[in-house]
């Protein structure tokens, strides 16, 4: 029910943007979140938004570089990445939940999409 996009290969410092695309009945009533993980460490929280778009959360090391974002009509999400690090390089993965929170406990979750970051 969720379907991840727009992962890549970039060098430090250039952009990338990645999509979401969920059911409307996923999307419509859901808050969706944005994680990561590179193998061997444990999932990482990195963005959230509730359903209507008036509350986000990031962690720390993407604010000010990231947003989080949703297009009602379209039933999609987005992450807009900036000024992007080797250190963000990860599998990126959205996931839909009933509660805005910073750990992995959602209910949906997509497939993930690859990010590398050059140096």
């Known amino acids: 029910q969720l379907q991840a996009s727009g992962g890549g290969l970039v060098q430090a410092g250039g952009s990338l943007r990645l999509s979401c695309a969920a059911s409307?009945?996923?999307?419509?009533?859901?808050?969706m979140g944005w994680f990561r993980q590179v193998p061997g460490k444990e999932r990482e929280f990195v963005a959230a938004?509730?359903?209507?778009?008036?509350?986000?959360v990031y962690t720390d090391s993407v604010k000010g570089r990231f947003t989080i974002s949703r297009d009602i009509a379209k039933n999609t999400a987005a992450l807009q990445m900036n000024s992007l690090k080797p250190e963000d390089t990860a599998v990126y993965l959205c996931?839909?939940?009933?509660?805005?929170?910073?750990?992995?406990?959602?209910?949906?979750w997509g497939q993930g999409t690859q990010v590398t970051v050059s140096s």
């Open positions: 996931a839909a939940g009933r509660q805005l929170t910073t750990t992995p406990e959602y209910d949906l």
């Open positions: 938004m509730n359903w209507s778009g008036s509350s986000t």
């Open positions: 409307k009945r996923t999307f419509s009533t859901y808050v």
